[in-house]
């Protein structure tokens, strides 16, 4: 059974940093098609932020670039997204997500908010 387990999100000033952490559980990355961070804002979709794609590259949306950061610890088994210069618009639920053969995987969401 795979698990994604997240921590760190929290309460933030804009301008401020976080970084979460996506744990996994029951495969290892080299078994994993693609893992990345979503996130929902309230009444919103939800919608991609940052992934390692197949070819084990980061790719990050425009609204992130600069400021965000994937990356993973493949001895742990754990995904990180470091967050810089964080946006009132950053505030959402931030979801890990891993995609395996037949199947998608979540995490159960990490709620960052940024308000001064």
């Known amino acids: 059974q795979v698990q994604l387990v997240e921590s760190g999100g929290g309460l933030v000033q804009p301008g401020g940093s976080l970084r979460l952490s996506c744990a996994v559980s029951g495969r290892t990355f080299s078994s994993i098609y693609t893992m990345g961070w979503y996130r929902q804002a309230p009444g919103e979709q939800r919608e991609l932020v940052a992934s390692f794609g197949m070819d084990n590259r980061p790719h990050y949306v425009d609204f992130v670039k600069g400021r965000f950061t994937i990356s993973r610890d493949n001895a742990k088994n754990i995904l990180y997204l470091q967050m810089n210069n964080l946006k009132p618009d950053d505030t959402a639920i931030y979801y890990c997500?891993?995609?395996?053969?037949?199947?998608?995987?979540w995490g159960q969401g990490s709620q960052v908010t940024v308000s001064s």
């Open positions: 997500h891993a995609e395996l053969p037949l199947k998608d995987y």
